[in-house]
């Protein structure tokens, strides 16, 4: 007899393959919803504009955030403290941030100095005031901070970052529970005080290995989240590439990463750079790039990163750097 699934004359085998194929098809659908999950993928446009609360510079935008074994001056001050330490300078940096899609611009800069102590500690102060859709979530907040950081011989250095945060908001927006994201029924206000730790390893001047904490002090708010994370580079003085994970325990409710990778290199006065992220919390994935002119003096930064899976949404980065130890002290600026 044959199979009623199998065509006259078809064998018994043909007969159980067709089954269990018709019995894969029917269940997919439900194997797939068990390894997606959809938790995230409502991430808003407010919310990526938020970006955990984090600053970032042209170089760390346009890399994709894979700064932790990479950075220098003021970059290292907002991603990785211990990094300022890693090079001989004496940058002010003026930054500018803008998403156009999640309403958010961001004015600010920093100063790190690595120059200056005879005892070789570089130190770094900046901030940014920030506003994000002042007629729907009304967010309003200023970020702060201060830095030292110790060189440990030529092959390690260590950095400690202290963060003052201030931040009000007015409006909840159609945006979910999320302090992050909004839905905060009338008017808050946040102030608070976090700290930032790093540490960097240099086997060889070439590799670094770099591990970072945020928001150690752990205050329970998604605008700060617990985050941990880890970084490997490999530099030479025309080229660098990176890769850093992040752990982020905070903002969801359980553990999400950010995975991001980039790369740059230089031509006579010109740094290329681009990079990609992937952020397992708001269930996107972007594309960076940016260029940089690079003055014995100076230094003009430019850098976009766009989603192309998950929610739309653009970050534009811009700075100019001026190199103080050229200007005044006849030192070579850093890579």
């Known amino acids: 007899m044959t199979s009623s699934t199998a065509p006259t004359g078809a064998s018994p085998f043909l007969g159980r393959t067709l089954r ?172 608070t005080f976090t700290l930032d730790l790093g540490a960097t390893i240099r086997p060889i001047p070439e590799l670094s290995f770099a591990v970072t904490g945020h928001n150690l002090t752990n205050t329970g708010s998604g605008f700060l989240p617990l985050m941990g994370g880890v970084g490997v580079s490999y530099s030479r003085p025309e080229f660098g590439i990176g890769v850093d994970a992040v752990l982020d325990a905070t903002t969801y409710g359980h553990s999400a990463v950010r995975v991001m990778a980039g790369g740059e290199f230089l031509v006579s006065q010109l740094a290329f750079r681009m990079g990609y992220r992937f952020d397992e919390g708001q269930a996107t994935h972007s594309l960076s790039g940016g260029m940089a002119y690079i003055d014995n003096k100076f230094s003009v930064d430019a850098a976009l990163r766009k989603t192309f899976v998950g929610i739309e949404s653009t970050a534009l980065v811009f700075s100019i750097t001026m190199h103080i130890e050229s200007l005044s002290l006849g030192l070579d600026p850093a890579n």
């Open 20 to 191: 269990s194929t018709r019995r894969a098809l029917t269940l997919l659908p439900l194997t797939f919803a068990c390894f997606v999950r959809p938790a995230h993928a409502q991430a808003t446009a407010e919310e990526v504009a938020y970006n955990y609360g984090e600053i970032d510079s042209p170089r760390s935008t346009a890399t994709g955030g894979a700064m932790r074994g990479l950075s220098s001056s003021v970059t290292a001050l907002f991603v990785n403290p211990a990094n300022m330490a890693t090079s001989r300078v004496y940058h002010i940096s003026a930054i500018g941030q803008f998403y156009p899609e999640g309403g958010r611009q961001s004015y600010g800069g920093g100063v790190v100095d690595s120059v200056v102590s005879s005892s070789n500690v570089a130190g770094g102060v900046g901030g940014t005031w920030n506003l994000q859709d002042p007629t729907g979530v009304g967010r309003e907040w200023v970020d702060l901070r201060g830095g030292l950081a110790l060189p440990i011989g030529k092959v390690a250095a260590i950095g400690a970052a202290g963060r003052l945060f201030s931040l009000t908001q007015s409006g909840a927006g159609p945006l979910g529970p999320s302090p992050a994201s909004g839905g905060i029924p009338g008017s808050m206000i946040v102030n």
